[in-house]
């Protein structure tokens, strides 16, 4: 499961094999393409999040906030378990459903759904 702190944008990878976890680089971006095309963005937009010359850092949850928000993402995820396809790696309709949830970010006022801010900052570029 990943995590964008600026939108609380979730997606999730399922059935990770060992070579996925040696190489969570590529993993992750295979995940995020994926998951972003599979939520109905275009194309280009995608190809500028897996290019962007901004590295993805992969970091040890810190602060209360993020440690509260992860384990609330892993309750929705746990929560619509009934849509995990047991027999595939990426999972868009768990993905899609957990990200139309609305709740709070540290980022933004109010509740929001994660879809909703993305789609937001997206406009703002």
């Not at 609330?72 to 929560?79: G, N, P």
Request: net charge neutral; aromatic share 10%.
């Amino acid at each position: 499961m990943a995590v964008h702190c600026a939108s609380r944008y979730t997606f999730v990878v399922f059935d990770m094999a060992y070579h996925d976890w040696k190489d969570l680089n590529n993993t992750f971006l295979v995940g995020l393409c994926r998951s972003l095309e599979g939520a109905g963005f275009a194309k280009d937009f995608v190809q500028h999040c897996i290019l962007s010359p901004v590295v993805p850092a992969f970091t040890k949850t810190h602060g209360r906030r993020e440690v509260a928000f992860l384990n609330r993402a892993w309750v929705d995820v746990m929560a619509l378990d009934y849509l995990i396809i047991k027999d595939q790696q990426f999972q868009p309709l768990l993905n899609n459903a957990v990200n139309q949830i609305p709740c709070r970010c540290g980022a933004s006022s109010g509740l929001q759904t994660a879809m909703e801010r993305l789609k937001l900052m997206k406009n703002e570029e």
